[in-house]
């Protein structure tokens, strides 16, 4: 079902996933990828959630999709992270989700901000991570080309940040690109170009270049030992940045699991037989730990 709920002041718009036959059932935040829309990935691991007997809620950022909130389309960690709070806030309290707390599954980029979530939000009693995109400065290094290479980013994004102060306007490259060297990601990513994948309507596939600097400074990994709440990770050894993963899993101050499969990075969006085997194991930590 269509929902919506606020998050300071902005409308965020929602789809709640409801079980069969069942009046009341654990609930799941559900979110996926930076610069996202519900319908690229969050809605699809919300309805295998339903089917495995949870409530589960995938819902756009502020400034994304059908979400309210101005400007549009900025990869914000602290403004996603309080989305996911009052996302937590709302489900917990709806009449079809038992229980005290809820779950938090976050998919790549949306793992770093569901582990922010978890790590300061008591409503959140237990986390999942799928495909874990979990950075920090030296991890961004690595990924972006060098220590020149970030600094050029954040130079160019407080550029772009100084003239929406100033004019208002916003300057957007394509997240996604094969021909266009200034897009976030300047590759042939057949999941985001593919109409049939991720390259669907409510997608624009727009970055706000005034976003680098705050997604580059952003650390996920010194967010593991202040989480204590049951966490578990699937991941593979041929998706992004395995090394990332390790070193959050080994840093979690409580319950912990791991599970390595096999896949690229984009199977674990839409593809078979990733998306079960994620579905079917987050849905058994959730059995286990959601009170």
Sequence with gaps: ???????????LAGNLFLPEGVERAPGVVVAG??????????????????????????FDFTGFGASGGEPREVENPARKVRDIRHAAGFLAAHPAVEGDGVG???????????????????????????????????????????????????????EARSRYDET????????????DPRAAMPYAIDFYLNPARGGIPAWPNRFAVMAWPDWLTYDSIALAPRITRPTLLVHSQDAAIPDGAR?????????????WTQGTQFDFYDQEPQVTVSADTVAAHFRRTLR
Excluded at 1 to 11: K, L, W
């Design 104 to 158: 938090a599954l976050g998919i790549c980029a949306a793992a770093m901000y569901m582990a922010d979530a978890a790590a300061h939000d008591p409503l959140i009693t237990s986390l999942a991570l799928v495909a874990p995109w979990l950075h920090d400065a030296a991890i961004c290094e690595a990924a972006y080309g060098g220590t020149e290479a970030v600094a050029g980013k954040i130079k160019i994004g407080r």
């Design 33 to 58: 990828t930076w610069t996202s829309v519900k319908e690229l990935m969050a809605d699809r691991y919300a309805q295998r959630l339903a089917e495995r007997g949870f409530a589960a809620l995938s």
């Design 168 to 179: 208002g306007e916003i300057d957007y490259v394509p997240v996604v690109s094969a021909t």
């Design 247 to 259: 070193r959050f899993h080994a840093g979690l101050a409580g319950p912990k699991d791991i599970l």
């Design 1 to 11: 079902m269509n929902v919506s709920f606020d998050s300071d002041g902005v409308t």
